[in-house]
Protein backbone atom coordinates (compact mmCIF):
# COMPACT_ATOMS: atom_id res chain seq x y z
CA UNK A 1 0.00 0.00 0.00
CA UNK A 2 2.73 2.25 1.11
CA UNK A 3 4.97 1.88 -2.10
CA UNK A 4 1.28 2.27 -4.22
CA UNK A 5 0.70 5.57 -2.69
CA UNK A 6 4.41 6.51 -2.89
CA UNK A 7 3.87 6.24 -6.78
CA UNK A 8 0.46 7.98 -7.19
CA UNK A 9 2.46 11.05 -5.52
CA UNK A 10 5.05 10.61 -8.94
CA UNK A 11 1.92 11.00 -11.02
CA UNK A 12 2.15 14.53 -9.48
CA UNK A 13 5.24 15.05 -11.07
CA UNK A 14 4.68 14.05 -13.83
CA UNK A 15 1.75 15.99 -14.08
CA UNK A 16 4.19 19.19 -13.44
CA UNK A 17 6.60 18.47 -15.81
CA UNK A 18 3.93 17.74 -18.14
CA UNK A 19 2.06 21.21 -17.39
CA UNK A 20 5.74 23.22 -17.21
CA UNK A 21 6.24 22.25 -20.50
CA UNK A 22 3.38 23.26 -21.95
CA UNK A 23 2.98 26.46 -21.27
CA UNK A 24 5.60 29.55 -22.36
CA UNK A 25 8.60 29.91 -20.29
CA UNK A 26 7.32 32.85 -18.48
CA UNK A 27 4.50 31.60 -17.03
CA UNK A 28 6.34 27.68 -15.55
CA UNK A 29 7.23 28.96 -11.87
CA UNK A 30 3.51 29.86 -11.81
CA UNK A 31 2.15 26.67 -12.77
CA UNK A 32 4.32 24.84 -10.99
CA UNK A 33 3.38 27.20 -8.10
CA UNK A 34 -0.11 25.61 -8.69
CA UNK A 35 0.88 21.53 -8.58
CA UNK A 36 2.12 22.26 -5.26
CA UNK A 37 -1.14 24.11 -3.73
CA UNK A 38 -3.16 20.98 -5.60
CA UNK A 39 -1.30 18.71 -3.55
CA UNK A 40 -0.91 21.04 0.35
CA UNK A 41 -4.03 23.01 0.04
CA UNK A 42 -5.85 19.04 -0.94
CA UNK A 43 -4.87 17.91 1.67
CA UNK A 44 -5.90 20.50 4.47
CA UNK A 45 -9.19 20.58 2.30
CA UNK A 46 -9.98 16.65 2.20
CA UNK A 47 -8.76 16.24 6.01
CA UNK A 48 -10.81 18.91 7.10
CA UNK A 49 -14.29 18.16 5.07
CA UNK A 50 -13.60 16.45 2.09
CA UNK A 51 -13.38 12.93 3.68
CA UNK A 52 -16.37 13.54 5.91
CA UNK A 53 -18.28 14.36 2.80
CA UNK A 54 -16.86 10.75 0.69
CA UNK A 55 -16.44 8.36 3.21
CA UNK A 56 -17.98 9.80 6.60
CA UNK A 57 -19.45 6.84 8.91
CA UNK A 58 -22.81 9.04 8.81
CA UNK A 59 -24.07 9.69 5.71
CA UNK A 60 -27.01 9.57 3.44
CA UNK A 61 -27.27 8.58 -0.31
CA UNK A 62 -25.78 11.90 -1.35
CA UNK A 63 -23.27 12.92 0.95
CA UNK A 64 -21.59 12.08 3.88
CA UNK A 65 -21.82 14.30 7.16
CA UNK A 66 -19.33 12.90 10.23
CA UNK A 67 -15.60 12.56 10.86
CA UNK A 68 -14.88 15.98 9.89
CA UNK A 69 -11.25 16.95 11.22
CA UNK A 70 -10.74 12.84 11.59
CA UNK A 71 -12.86 13.32 14.68
CA UNK A 72 -13.90 9.67 15.74
CA UNK A 73 -11.90 8.18 12.71
CA UNK A 74 -10.60 5.09 13.76
CA UNK A 75 -6.70 5.24 12.91
CA UNK A 76 -7.24 1.71 10.33
CA UNK A 77 -8.81 4.23 8.01
CA UNK A 78 -6.45 6.68 7.70
CA UNK A 79 -4.39 4.80 5.08
CA UNK A 80 -8.08 5.18 2.78
CA UNK A 81 -7.79 8.83 3.10
CA UNK A 82 -4.56 9.29 1.79
CA UNK A 83 -5.60 6.91 -0.85
CA UNK A 84 -8.29 8.49 -1.84
CA UNK A 85 -6.59 12.25 -1.22
CA UNK A 86 -4.37 11.25 -4.28
CA UNK A 87 -6.93 11.01 -6.41
CA UNK A 88 -8.91 14.40 -5.49
CA UNK A 89 -5.70 16.04 -5.77
CA UNK A 90 -5.25 14.42 -9.61
CA UNK A 91 -8.88 15.70 -10.06
CA UNK A 92 -7.45 19.15 -8.76
CA UNK A 93 -4.72 19.00 -11.17
CA UNK A 94 -6.27 18.41 -14.06
CA UNK A 95 -8.26 21.48 -13.99
CA UNK A 96 -4.93 23.74 -13.78
CA UNK A 97 -3.39 22.92 -16.55
CA UNK A 98 -6.68 23.28 -18.91
CA UNK A 99 -6.72 27.14 -16.96
CA UNK A 100 -3.11 27.57 -17.13
CA UNK A 101 -1.53 30.90 -17.77
CA UNK A 102 -4.95 33.01 -17.42
CA UNK A 103 -5.78 32.52 -13.78
CA UNK A 104 -5.00 34.74 -10.89
CA UNK A 105 -3.37 32.84 -7.75
CA UNK A 106 -6.32 33.74 -5.12
CA UNK A 107 -8.64 32.62 -7.09
CA UNK A 108 -7.30 29.77 -8.36
CA UNK A 109 -6.72 29.07 -4.37
CA UNK A 110 -9.79 28.62 -3.47
CA UNK A 111 -10.93 27.02 -6.38
CA UNK A 112 -8.43 24.15 -5.82
CA UNK A 113 -10.08 24.18 -2.24
CA UNK A 114 -13.34 23.66 -3.75
CA UNK A 115 -13.03 20.95 -5.68
CA UNK A 116 -10.79 18.58 -3.55
CA UNK A 117 -12.94 19.38 -0.87
CA UNK A 118 -16.65 19.51 -1.83
CA UNK A 119 -16.52 18.53 -5.61
CA UNK A 120 -14.54 15.16 -6.30
CA UNK A 121 -15.73 13.52 -2.78
CA UNK A 122 -19.39 14.13 -3.31
CA UNK A 123 -18.68 12.37 -6.58
CA UNK A 124 -16.97 10.01 -4.72
CA UNK A 125 -19.57 8.89 -2.20
CA UNK A 126 -22.27 8.05 -4.71
CA UNK A 127 -19.31 5.64 -6.18
CA UNK A 128 -17.73 4.27 -3.80
CA UNK A 129 -18.70 4.75 -0.29
CA UNK A 130 -21.39 1.82 -0.26
CA UNK A 131 -24.16 4.03 0.65
CA UNK A 132 -24.24 6.25 -2.01
CA UNK A 133 -27.12 6.37 -4.91
CA UNK A 134 -24.77 4.97 -7.50
CA UNK A 135 -22.70 2.48 -5.95
CA UNK A 136 -22.86 -1.53 -6.12
CA UNK A 137 -24.27 -2.27 -3.18
CA UNK A 138 -27.52 -4.25 -1.42
CA UNK A 139 -29.47 -1.02 -1.63
CA UNK A 140 -28.92 -0.21 -5.58
CA UNK A 141 -29.90 -3.38 -6.59
CA UNK A 142 -31.26 -1.87 -10.39
CA UNK A 143 -27.52 0.60 -10.63
CA UNK A 144 -24.60 -0.69 -9.66
CA UNK A 145 -22.26 1.59 -11.52
CA UNK A 146 -19.07 0.16 -11.47
CA UNK A 147 -15.88 1.97 -12.31
CA UNK A 148 -12.88 0.33 -10.79
CA UNK A 149 -10.43 2.92 -10.90
CA UNK A 150 -12.03 6.30 -11.45
CA UNK A 151 -12.46 6.79 -15.12
CA UNK A 152 -15.26 8.99 -14.49
CA UNK A 153 -15.42 9.59 -10.42
CA UNK A 154 -11.74 10.91 -10.65
CA UNK A 155 -10.92 11.49 -14.44
CA UNK A 156 -14.19 12.85 -15.80
CA UNK A 157 -15.11 15.03 -13.13
CA UNK A 158 -11.70 17.02 -13.66
CA UNK A 159 -12.44 16.85 -17.36
CA UNK A 160 -15.85 18.22 -16.59
CA UNK A 161 -14.34 21.36 -14.66
CA UNK A 162 -11.67 21.96 -17.00
CA UNK A 163 -14.22 22.04 -19.74
CA UNK A 164 -16.37 24.54 -17.72
CA UNK A 165 -13.02 26.58 -16.39
CA UNK A 166 -11.61 26.45 -19.66
CA UNK A 167 -14.85 27.85 -21.37
CA UNK A 168 -15.95 30.61 -18.89
CA UNK A 169 -12.65 31.94 -18.33
CA UNK A 170 -12.09 32.46 -22.49
CA UNK A 171 -8.86 31.93 -24.37
CA UNK A 172 -5.31 33.49 -23.71
CA UNK A 173 -4.81 36.89 -25.08
CA UNK A 174 -4.30 36.50 -28.66
CA UNK A 175 -4.88 32.79 -28.84
CA UNK A 176 -6.26 32.58 -31.30
CA UNK A 177 -5.10 35.52 -33.67
CA UNK A 178 -3.48 34.41 -36.98
CA UNK A 179 -0.21 33.91 -36.31
CA UNK A 180 0.19 33.80 -32.80
CA UNK A 181 2.44 31.35 -31.51
CA UNK A 182 1.55 29.45 -28.03
CA UNK A 183 3.11 26.69 -28.00
CA UNK A 184 5.60 24.98 -24.87
CA UNK A 185 8.73 26.33 -24.54
CA UNK A 186 10.19 22.94 -23.86
CA UNK A 187 9.01 19.54 -25.29
CA UNK A 188 11.35 17.41 -23.06
CA UNK A 189 9.63 18.32 -20.32
CA UNK A 190 6.51 17.43 -21.37
CA UNK A 191 7.72 13.95 -22.87
CA UNK A 192 9.17 13.36 -19.04
CA UNK A 193 5.94 14.23 -17.75
CA UNK A 194 4.58 11.84 -20.32
CA UNK A 195 6.83 9.07 -19.27
CA UNK A 196 6.35 9.71 -15.96
CA UNK A 197 2.02 9.46 -16.00
CA UNK A 198 2.83 6.43 -17.82
CA UNK A 199 4.61 4.27 -15.01
CA UNK A 200 2.23 6.34 -12.61
CA UNK A 201 -0.84 5.01 -14.30
CA UNK A 202 0.27 1.70 -13.51
CA UNK A 203 0.26 2.06 -10.08
CA UNK A 204 -3.11 4.23 -10.23
CA UNK A 205 -5.04 1.48 -12.06
CA UNK A 206 -3.35 -2.34 -10.05
CA UNK A 207 -3.34 -0.47 -7.11
CA UNK A 208 -7.06 0.68 -6.83
CA UNK A 209 -7.53 -3.14 -5.97
CA UNK A 210 -6.13 -1.84 -2.23
CA UNK A 211 -4.85 -5.23 -1.31
CA UNK A 212 -2.85 -7.49 -2.52
CA UNK A 213 -2.54 -9.90 0.40
CA UNK A 214 -5.89 -11.74 -0.59
CA UNK A 215 -6.61 -15.04 -2.78
CA UNK A 216 -7.06 -13.43 -6.04
CA UNK A 217 -5.24 -9.89 -5.50
CA UNK A 218 -2.83 -10.67 -7.66
CA UNK A 219 -4.49 -11.63 -10.82
CA UNK A 220 -6.72 -8.88 -10.44
CA UNK A 221 -3.81 -6.89 -10.23
CA UNK A 222 -1.40 -7.97 -12.93
CA UNK A 223 -4.99 -8.26 -15.83
CA UNK A 224 -5.64 -4.60 -14.24
CA UNK A 225 -1.77 -3.35 -15.09
CA UNK A 226 -2.05 -5.45 -18.57
CA UNK A 227 -4.85 -4.27 -19.62
CA UNK A 228 -3.51 -0.07 -19.32
CA UNK A 229 -0.64 -0.71 -20.92
CA UNK A 230 -2.53 -2.42 -24.12
CA UNK A 231 -5.28 0.16 -24.23
CA UNK A 232 -2.14 3.06 -23.82
CA UNK A 233 -0.61 1.60 -26.42
CA UNK A 234 -3.20 1.30 -29.07
CA UNK A 235 -4.89 4.46 -28.38
CA UNK A 236 -1.10 6.01 -28.76
CA UNK A 237 -0.68 4.31 -31.61
CA UNK A 238 -3.81 5.49 -32.97
CA UNK A 239 -4.02 9.34 -32.20
CA UNK A 240 -0.20 9.47 -33.72
CA UNK A 241 -1.68 8.19 -37.23
CA UNK A 242 -4.83 9.97 -37.07
CA UNK A 243 -3.51 12.83 -36.21
CA UNK A 244 -1.05 12.58 -38.95
CA UNK A 245 -4.14 12.04 -41.35
CA UNK A 246 -6.29 14.83 -39.85
CA UNK A 247 -3.79 17.64 -40.05
CA UNK A 248 -2.25 16.68 -42.94
CA UNK A 249 1.20 18.84 -43.52
CA UNK A 250 2.03 18.51 -39.81
CA UNK A 251 4.74 15.90 -38.91
CA UNK A 252 3.93 13.20 -36.62
CA UNK A 253 3.38 14.41 -33.63
CA UNK A 254 4.90 13.80 -30.15
CA UNK A 255 2.17 15.79 -28.25
CA UNK A 256 -0.70 14.35 -29.65
CA UNK A 257 1.18 10.70 -29.36
CA UNK A 258 1.61 11.16 -25.24
CA UNK A 259 -1.85 12.93 -24.69
CA UNK A 260 -3.47 9.62 -27.05
CA UNK A 261 -1.71 7.28 -24.68
CA UNK A 262 -3.09 9.21 -21.72
CA UNK A 263 -6.06 8.84 -23.05
CA UNK A 264 -6.00 5.35 -23.70
CA UNK A 265 -5.26 4.71 -20.06
CA UNK A 266 -7.66 6.90 -18.50
CA UNK A 267 -10.63 5.51 -20.96
CA UNK A 268 -9.68 1.95 -19.12
CA UNK A 269 -9.52 3.13 -15.93
CA UNK A 270 -12.87 1.57 -15.35
CA UNK A 271 -12.75 -1.51 -16.50
CA UNK A 272 -9.05 -2.70 -16.48
CA UNK A 273 -9.74 -5.74 -13.58
CA UNK A 274 -12.36 -6.94 -15.63
CA UNK A 275 -11.86 -6.96 -19.14
CA UNK A 276 -9.93 -9.57 -21.36
CA UNK A 277 -6.63 -7.96 -23.54
CA UNK A 278 -8.50 -7.82 -26.71
CA UNK A 279 -11.34 -5.57 -24.87
CA UNK A 280 -8.20 -3.49 -23.81
CA UNK A 281 -6.95 -2.88 -27.31
CA UNK A 282 -10.33 -2.16 -28.89
CA UNK A 283 -10.98 0.55 -25.86
CA UNK A 284 -8.02 2.14 -27.06
CA UNK A 285 -8.39 2.19 -30.54
CA UNK A 286 -11.68 4.01 -29.62
CA UNK A 287 -10.08 6.22 -27.13
CA UNK A 288 -7.39 7.18 -29.47
CA UNK A 289 -10.48 8.58 -32.08
CA UNK A 290 -12.22 10.32 -29.67
CA UNK A 291 -9.04 12.00 -28.43
CA UNK A 292 -8.56 13.12 -31.68
CA UNK A 293 -12.27 14.17 -32.33
CA UNK A 294 -12.52 15.44 -29.42
CA UNK A 295 -9.41 17.92 -29.43
CA UNK A 296 -10.45 19.49 -32.71
CA UNK A 297 -13.58 20.35 -31.90
CA UNK A 298 -12.26 22.08 -28.20
CA UNK A 299 -9.99 24.14 -30.89
CA UNK A 300 -13.17 24.80 -33.75
CA UNK A 301 -15.13 25.84 -30.36
CA UNK A 302 -11.83 28.35 -29.49
CA UNK A 303 -11.90 27.23 -26.44
CA UNK A 304 -8.26 27.24 -24.82
CA UNK A 305 -6.74 24.23 -23.08
CA UNK A 306 -3.08 24.77 -23.56
CA UNK A 307 -2.52 20.73 -22.42
CA UNK A 308 -5.74 19.22 -23.80
CA UNK A 309 -7.07 17.91 -20.73
CA UNK A 310 -10.40 17.93 -22.05
CA UNK A 311 -9.62 15.63 -24.75
CA UNK A 312 -8.01 13.50 -22.01
CA UNK A 313 -10.11 13.04 -19.48
CA UNK A 314 -13.45 14.51 -20.40
CA UNK A 315 -14.10 10.88 -22.18
CA UNK A 316 -16.95 8.09 -21.82
CA UNK A 317 -15.37 4.98 -20.67
CA UNK A 318 -16.34 2.62 -23.28
CA UNK A 319 -16.92 -0.71 -20.91
CA UNK A 320 -16.34 -1.63 -17.87
CA UNK A 321 -17.37 -5.02 -17.94
CA UNK A 322 -17.66 -8.04 -19.97
CA UNK A 323 -20.02 -10.18 -18.42
CA UNK A 324 -22.18 -7.84 -15.79
CA UNK A 325 -23.04 -5.03 -18.57
CA UNK A 326 -26.73 -5.46 -19.97
CA UNK A 327 -27.68 -2.06 -20.08
CA UNK A 328 -26.39 0.83 -21.32
CA UNK A 329 -28.24 3.16 -18.84
CA UNK A 330 -26.45 2.59 -15.44
CA UNK A 331 -23.68 3.99 -16.93
CA UNK A 332 -24.51 7.14 -19.02
CA UNK A 333 -27.45 8.35 -16.22
CA UNK A 334 -24.51 8.91 -13.60
CA UNK A 335 -22.22 10.48 -15.99
CA UNK A 336 -24.81 13.44 -16.67
CA UNK A 337 -25.14 14.05 -13.03
CA UNK A 338 -21.63 14.50 -12.49
CA UNK A 339 -21.60 16.53 -15.39
CA UNK A 340 -23.79 18.79 -13.71
CA UNK A 341 -22.68 18.51 -10.25
CA UNK A 342 -18.86 19.33 -11.96
CA UNK A 343 -20.84 22.24 -13.85
CA UNK A 344 -21.75 23.88 -10.60
CA UNK A 345 -18.04 25.00 -10.24
CA UNK A 346 -18.08 27.80 -13.04
CA UNK A 347 -20.12 30.53 -11.03
CA UNK A 348 -16.51 30.08 -9.27
CA UNK A 349 -14.69 30.94 -12.33
CA UNK A 350 -17.09 33.40 -14.74
CA UNK A 351 -15.09 36.50 -15.97
CA UNK A 352 -17.79 38.64 -14.35
CA UNK A 353 -17.85 36.47 -10.91
CA UNK A 354 -18.06 39.20 -8.03
CA UNK A 355 -17.09 36.72 -5.68
CA UNK A 356 -13.84 35.15 -6.81
CA UNK A 357 -10.93 36.69 -8.36
CA UNK A 358 -10.12 33.51 -10.49
CA UNK A 359 -9.30 35.24 -13.91
CA UNK A 360 -6.51 37.73 -14.39
CA UNK A 361 -6.93 40.67 -16.01
CA UNK A 362 -4.65 40.97 -19.82
CA UNK A 363 -2.64 43.58 -17.84
CA UNK A 364 -1.43 41.40 -15.78
CA UNK A 365 -1.52 38.22 -17.75
CA UNK A 366 0.48 39.47 -20.96
CA UNK A 367 4.14 40.41 -18.89
CA UNK A 368 3.47 37.44 -17.04
CA UNK A 369 1.97 35.48 -14.57
CA UNK A 370 5.62 34.50 -13.22
CA UNK A 371 5.86 38.51 -12.32
CA UNK A 372 1.90 38.43 -11.59
CA UNK A 373 3.09 35.89 -8.56
CA UNK A 374 6.81 36.84 -7.80
CA UNK A 375 7.52 40.05 -8.74
CA UNK A 376 11.18 40.04 -7.28
CA UNK A 377 13.89 38.82 -9.87
CA UNK A 378 14.76 35.76 -8.53
CA UNK A 379 19.22 34.84 -8.50
CA UNK A 380 18.54 30.98 -8.66
CA UNK A 381 17.01 30.82 -11.95
CA UNK A 382 18.70 30.62 -15.56
CA UNK A 383 15.74 30.04 -17.79
CA UNK A 384 15.31 32.42 -20.56
CA UNK A 385 12.33 34.41 -19.02
CA UNK A 386 11.07 37.24 -21.03
CA UNK A 387 13.08 40.88 -19.44
CA UNK A 388 13.76 43.99 -20.63
CA UNK A 389 16.16 44.48 -23.52
CA UNK A 390 18.62 45.95 -21.15
CA UNK A 391 19.23 43.21 -18.71
CA UNK A 392 18.08 40.43 -21.15
CA UNK A 393 19.18 37.26 -20.05
CA UNK A 394 21.05 38.87 -16.82
CA UNK A 395 21.66 35.88 -15.26
CA UNK A 396 22.46 33.35 -18.01
CA UNK A 397 25.70 32.82 -19.66
CA UNK A 398 24.04 31.81 -23.05
CA UNK A 399 23.63 35.89 -25.01
CA UNK A 400 20.98 35.03 -27.55
CA UNK A 401 20.39 37.37 -30.73
CA UNK A 402 16.79 39.14 -31.06
CA UNK A 403 15.49 36.38 -33.87
CA UNK A 404 16.48 33.65 -31.02
CA UNK A 405 14.83 35.39 -28.11
CA UNK A 406 11.18 35.58 -29.06
CA UNK A 407 10.34 31.92 -29.69
CA UNK A 408 12.86 30.50 -27.43
CA UNK A 409 16.57 29.73 -27.09
CA UNK A 410 16.57 26.79 -29.15
CA UNK A 411 13.66 27.41 -31.99
CA UNK A 412 11.83 24.49 -33.65
CA UNK A 413 13.16 22.75 -36.57
CA UNK A 414 12.89 24.04 -39.99
CA UNK A 415 12.99 23.19 -43.42
CA UNK A 416 16.25 24.14 -43.59
CA UNK A 417 17.46 22.31 -40.91
CA UNK A 418 19.04 18.51 -42.40
CA UNK A 419 20.79 17.69 -39.29
CA UNK A 420 19.76 19.86 -36.57
CA UNK A 421 22.13 19.93 -33.63
CA UNK A 422 21.86 21.86 -30.20
CA UNK A 423 25.43 21.96 -30.12
CA UNK A 424 25.35 24.15 -32.57
CA UNK A 425 23.78 26.41 -30.58
CA UNK A 426 26.30 25.86 -27.46
CA UNK A 427 29.61 25.87 -29.49
CA UNK A 428 29.96 29.70 -30.94
CA UNK A 429 28.79 31.57 -28.06
CA UNK A 430 31.68 32.39 -25.36
CA UNK A 431 30.06 29.96 -22.33
CA UNK A 432 31.41 31.32 -19.01
CA UNK A 433 31.18 27.23 -17.80
CA UNK A 434 33.21 25.76 -20.84
CA UNK A 435 37.31 25.34 -20.06
CA UNK A 436 37.43 23.51 -22.90
CA UNK A 437 38.25 25.40 -26.55
CA UNK A 438 35.86 23.70 -28.63
CA UNK A 439 36.07 25.47 -32.60
CA UNK A 440 33.40 24.22 -34.51
CA UNK A 441 33.91 25.07 -38.45
CA UNK A 442 31.24 25.51 -40.79
CA UNK A 443 32.57 22.78 -42.81
CA UNK A 444 31.43 20.46 -39.65
CA UNK A 445 27.40 19.29 -40.41
CA UNK A 446 28.00 16.93 -37.21
CA UNK A 447 30.62 18.56 -34.52
CA UNK A 448 31.34 16.08 -32.24
CA UNK A 449 33.64 16.12 -29.02
CA UNK A 450 35.32 12.91 -30.40
CA UNK A 451 36.82 14.49 -33.34
CA UNK A 452 38.62 17.21 -31.33
CA UNK A 453 39.83 14.97 -28.40
CA UNK A 454 41.43 11.91 -30.87
CA UNK A 455 43.09 13.33 -33.59
CA UNK A 456 43.30 9.95 -35.50
CA UNK A 457 40.92 9.74 -38.41
CA UNK A 458 39.17 7.11 -36.73
CA UNK A 459 35.92 8.99 -37.19
CA UNK A 460 36.10 8.03 -40.32
CA UNK A 461 36.43 4.57 -40.31
CA UNK A 462 33.74 4.44 -37.87
CA UNK A 463 31.55 6.55 -39.84
CA UNK A 464 31.74 4.72 -43.24
CA UNK A 465 30.23 1.52 -41.60
CA UNK A 466 27.02 3.16 -41.71
CA UNK A 467 27.02 4.81 -45.10
CA UNK A 468 25.21 1.46 -46.61
CA UNK A 469 22.22 2.71 -44.71
CA UNK A 470 22.57 6.36 -45.28
CA UNK A 471 23.19 6.30 -49.25
CA UNK A 472 21.06 8.93 -51.31
CA UNK A 473 19.97 6.33 -53.95
CA UNK A 474 18.90 3.77 -51.23
CA UNK A 475 16.07 2.02 -51.33
CA UNK A 476 15.45 0.05 -48.56
CA UNK A 477 15.91 2.50 -45.89
CA UNK A 478 14.38 6.09 -45.82
CA UNK A 479 17.15 7.87 -43.76
CA UNK A 480 17.69 10.96 -46.07
CA UNK A 481 15.50 13.90 -45.36
CA UNK A 482 14.48 16.05 -48.48
CA UNK A 483 15.91 19.30 -48.78
Request: charge should be neutral; glycine fraction near 8%; aromatic fraction near 14%.
Given at each position: ??????????????????????????????????????????????????????????????????????????????????????F???????????????T???????????????????????????????????????????????S?????????????????????????????D????T?????????????G???????????????????????????T????????????????L??????????????????????????????????????????????????????????????????????????S???????????????????????L???????D???????????????S??????????????????????????????????????P??????????????????L??L???????????????????????????K??????????????????????????
Amino acid sequence: MVGTIGDYQVMQCGFAFLEAGSVRAKNTTNILMKNLLDVFLGAVAYWAFGYAFAFGDQSNSFIGFSNFFFINLPDTSLSFFFFHFVFAATAATIVSGAMAERTSFLGYMIYSVCITGFVYPVVSHWAWSGTGWLGAGPGNPNVGYQDFAGSSVVHMVGGTAALIGASVLGPRTGRFTNGSDFRGHTVPLVALGGFILFFGFFSFNGGSQASISSPGDGVVVANAITNTIICGAAAALVSLVLGKLVYGKMKWSLLVTINGGLTGMVAICAGCNSLYAWGAFATGIIAGAIFIGVSMLVEKAQIDDPLDAVADDFTLPPVSSQDEMTSLLPYLYPLKTRFLHSSLTCVLSRRDSFTLPLPVSSQDEIPSLFHYLCPLKTRFLTLPLPVSSQDRFLHSPLPVSSQDEIPSLFPYLSSQDEIPSLFHYLCPLKTRFLTLPLPVSSQDEIPSLFHYLCPLKTRFLHSSITCVFSRRDSFTLHLIVSS
